[in-house]
């Protein structure tokens, strides 16, 4: 049977009727992609539109997003949430990816001695599991055992101690920070890899125009890296709009001091599953999974049909 | 040349600049190894000394050792990372073939269905996983774990090795054709050792997320038997918070493999993320 596919296959090959091979080459992969993620994933958003009543789930419409939204336990949970996401989002905007392309630039200088050791070094945050970061972090940052204090002694900066992660105004900043801490290394790789596939001849025309250093930083080489920038910016934006481990780790799934932490997953997840004397509520759970899901879509085409579109492609 | 344009000042703070970053990354890494093998009094006192003859204790290791089963949580992670690596692998390459070689109604779409995955996080369809998994009785199963990330690494893997598979010859898979081999094995014997390399780089890919993972162990398999190591950890730590030289060895103890892992292949995956550009 193979054999004779094989023969129709090279004679004629638009005009073989069924090519089962195809099939067979197709199928485990789609199979279990559609299983466990596209059903699942169409059934929560359907479940977003459903409420248990007395063990029967009923059609109610849009009256869970109602619910979420203007509900006054709810929508204070919710939009603090969100409200927190959206800043956990722009420090990592603001502080990781600006630290990664700095550290991309510095390591791309042409001959730089011990540019593997930064990079490997500077890389393996990044591997370690949240639960390790969080945990290495909550000590490191503990008044119990003094690190943190004792450093900022040796610069004289003492004062400026307090236990962040306790406090509702500074917690959430610092649980930002050791994400970023964590991550700095993707966007480091991407900018990097994309900075040394700039031509040399692009730089050494530049440089006969007599653009270096800074200069050329910011007038050549700033402009064709534009587009990996974009990509780190999509990629910054799934993983934090979707991020639970870290917070839950350092903050517990309460995401302390005082709610000050929540973010999405978080909230999501002590929906779900319930916490002390709360019980899980599976609709509501979907319906802020839904929300979820529909921040992320709408971030992502924004990506695809604004951004990336626009972006000059340059070719070399 | 190169060295000419940049004058001595400059590059030693080049230097200075990354060698202050590269203490940022590694010191808490090296804290916590360091102080895993203190005694408690030393710990508090000179955190910021390495272990001495006079400090060295191995107390918290056989705390950890002796109360939390971390030989069976590792165990359980390699089974689950390794069984869904395999599986994303097969199956990526399987339909990254299909993708790249034939072309039949619906290919595109396909592919594009395929690429969804990329950017939607599985995690959002966690209510429905859990109602599937409980449905099928495998909770608790460390087979729930496996499906889940291979429905996770899939999207990715078929992407890139598509994108790499488009870059075999037409040439032997024609000759191989002529030889009479099979579509099955054109792909096995002369499609798959060729795309080798961009098979290290999806297998790296996708183990990190995995062996990181604490949500879907948390959800889908928190069971004593099928805890990963890092919902052991997790577990583990927040019972002995107050044993500062049993937290610290567990993390250290969570550290190493990867740490292990990393030495040995971190040229390999950083080739991969920089895809070929790094000289």
Redesign the interface.
């Known amino acids: 049977m193979?054999?004779e596919?094989?023969e129709s296959?090279?004679a004629m090959?638009?005009r073989q009727p069924i090519?089962w091979?195809?099939a067979?080459?197709?199928a485990?992969?789609?199979l279990?992609?559609t299983?466990?993620?596209?059903?699942?994933?169409?059934?929560?958003l359907f479940?977003s539109f459903y409420k248990e009543v007395q063990g029967v789930e009923v059609f109610v419409g849009l009256d869970n997003f109602r619910t979420l939204f203007g509900n006054e336990r709810w929508a204070a949970d919710f939009w603090n949430a969100l409200k927190n996401n959206v800043i956990f989002f722009i420090i990592h905007m603001l502080v990781q990816n600006p630290?990664g392309v700095a550290?991309a630039a510095?390591?791309s200088?042409?001959?730089?001695?011990?540019a593997g050791?930064?990079?490997?070094?500077?890389?393996?945050?990044t591997?370690?599991?949240?639960?390790?970061?969080g945990?290495?972090?909550k000590?490191?940052l503990s008044p119990i055992?003094?690190?943190t204090p004792?450093l900022l002694s040796l610069v004289e900066l003492k004062f400026l101690f307090a236990p962040w992660l306790g406090k509702p105004g500074s917690a959430l900043i610092a649980v930002s920070l050791i994400s970023v801490?964590q991550y700095?290394g993707i966007p480091m790789?991407?900018i990097?890899?994309?900075l040394?596939?700039i031509p040399d001849e692009v730089l050494e025309a530049a440089?006969c125009d007599g653009i270096?250093?800074w200069s050329q930083f910011w007038k050549i080489k700033l402009p064709l890296i534009l587009p990996s920038i974009g990509i780190i910016s999509?990629l910054t934006f799934?993983g934090n709009f979707?991020a639970?481990?870290l917070i839950?780790?350092v903050q517990g799934a309460l995401a302390g001091p005082d709610g000050s932490t929540d973010i999405l997953?978080t909230l999501?997840y002590r929906t779900?599953?319930g916490f002390q004397l709360q019980l899980g509520d599976?609709t509501m759970?979907?319906t802020i999974?839904t929300v979820?899901?529909l921040i992320?879509?709408a971030g992502?085409s924004l990506y695809l049909f604004g951004i990336q579109r626009r972006m000059r492609r340059y070719q070399f | 040349m190169?060295?000419a344009?940049?004058s001595r000042t400059?590059?030693t703070f080049?230097?200075v600049?990354?060698?202050i970053?590269?203490i940022?990354?590694?010191f808490?890494?090296v804290?916590?190894i360091m102080n895993s093998f203190k005694t408690r009094n030393d710990?508090?006192r000179s955190?910021?000394t390495p272990p001495l003859p006079s400090t060295f204790s191995l107390t918290g290791y056989n705390t950890v050792l002796g109360q939390g089963d971390f030989i069976g949580y590792f165990q359980n992670s390699l089974i689950v990372t390794v069984a869904s690596i395999f599986?994303v692998l097969?199956?990526?390459a399987?339909?990254a073939?299909?993708?790249s070689e034939?072309?039949?109604r619906g290919n595109l779409l396909?592919g594009l269905y395929?690429a969804?995955?990329i950017?939607?996080?599985?995690?959002?369809?966690?209510?429905?996983?859990l109602?599937?998994m409980v449905a099928l009785n495998l909770v608790n199963t460390l087979v729930s774990l496996v499906?889940?990330y291979?429905?996770?690494g899939?999207?990715l893997a078929?992407f890139i090795l598509s994108e790499f598979m488009r870059t075999v010859s037409d040439d032997l898979k024609?000759a191989g054709?002529?030889d009479?081999?099979?579509?099955?094995a054109i792909?096995f014997r002369l499609v798959l050792p060729l795309v080798r390399p961009a098979m290290a780089t999806v297998a790296v890919f996708t183990m990190?997320p995995i062996?990181?993972?604490?949500?879907f162990p948390l959800?889908l398999a928190p069971g004593e038997k099928t805890k990963t190591v890092?919902l052991g950890?997790?577990t583990f730590?927040g019972q002995f918070v107050t044993d500062?030289n049993a937290?610290?060895s567990a993390?250290s103890l969570?550290?190493f493999p990867?740490?292990v892992l990393?030495v040995l292949f971190?040229r390999q995956l950083?080739r991969g993320?920089?895809?070929g550009?790094?000289?």
């Open positions: 193979q054999g596919q094989m296959d090279v090959p638009r090519r091979h195809i067979v080459f197709l485990p992969a789609v279990v992609y299983a466990i993620m596209i059903l699942p994933l169409g059934g929560t479940l630290i550290l510095l390591l200088i042409p001959k730089l001695r011990f050791f930064y990079r490997t070094a500077i890389f393996l945050p591997l370690l599991s949240f639960v390790i970061v945990f290495i972090w000590l490191i055992w003094g690190v004792y801490w700095v790789m991407l990097y890899a994309a040394l596939n440089e270096t250093g999509i799934v979707n639970f481990d839950y780790t997953g999501l779900f599953f599976r759970g979907a999974a979820m899901f992320i879509l992502v | 190169a060295n344009r940049i400059r590059l080049v230097h600049a990354l060698i970053y590269t940022i990354a590694l808490p890494v804290l916590t710990i508090f955190p910021l599986c097969l199956f990526g399987m339909a073939f299909a993708l034939y072309r039949f396909m395929l969804l995955g950017m939607i996080p599985i995690r959002l369809g966690t209510i429905g996983i109602q599937e499906l889940v291979t429905a996770q899939l999207p078929v024609s054709r002529i009479g081999l099979s579509e099955y792909f990190i062996w990181n993972d604490l949500w959800i890092t950890a997790q730590i500062w937290v610290l993390l969570a550290i990867v740490l990393y971190s950083i993320i920089t895809a550009a790094v000289k």
